[in-house]
């Protein structure tokens, strides 16, 4: 089965940095879509950012963009997320996700197979 570990989450000021990674294992992500998604107390989980294998495309929800960057490692199955200029309101589990590739970034948590454990963002304003 593909796994999905996430780590590189903490506590940060508002302002600072953090960099998320996830690695993925089981089998090839070639042909795969990942995603970052987040899930705040009470609040329902989120999308926040997707990235193709396949040729690195990126899209981002409106609430991130120009904060935070998508990226990828092929050689070693490995996403990123870059967050700069966090926000009280980026506190959340953050979690990564996959799904093989339909020819769009999914949205929808339903719409993602794999899913890791999560790792917790705190921003303190």
């Known amino acids: 089965q593909v796994q999905l570990l996430e780590s590189g989450g903490g506590l940060v000021q508002v302002g600072g940095s953090l960099r998320l990674s996830c690695a993925a294992s089981?089998?090839?992500?070639?042909?795969?879509?990942m995603a970052w998604f987040r899930q705040a107390p009470g609040k329902e989980r989120e999308f926040v950012a997707a990235?193709?294998?396949?040729?690195?495309?990126?899209y981002y929800a409106d609430s991130v963009k120009g904060r935070f960057t998508c990226s990828r490692y092929n050689a070693k199955n490995t996403v990123f997320l870059q967050m700069n200029s966090l926000k009280p309101e980026d506190t959340a589990v953050y979690y990564c996700?996959?799904?093989?590739?339909?020819?769009?970034?999914?949205?929808?948590?339903?719409?993602?197979?794999?899913w890791g454990q999560g790792t917790q963002v705190t921003v303190s304003s």
């Open positions: 089981g089998r090839t992500f070639s042909n795969y879509n």
């Open positions: 990235i193709s294998w396949s040729d690195g495309s990126t």
């Open positions: 996700a996959a799904v093989e590739n339909r020819g769009y970034f999914p949205l929808s948590r339903n719409q993602y197979n794999y």
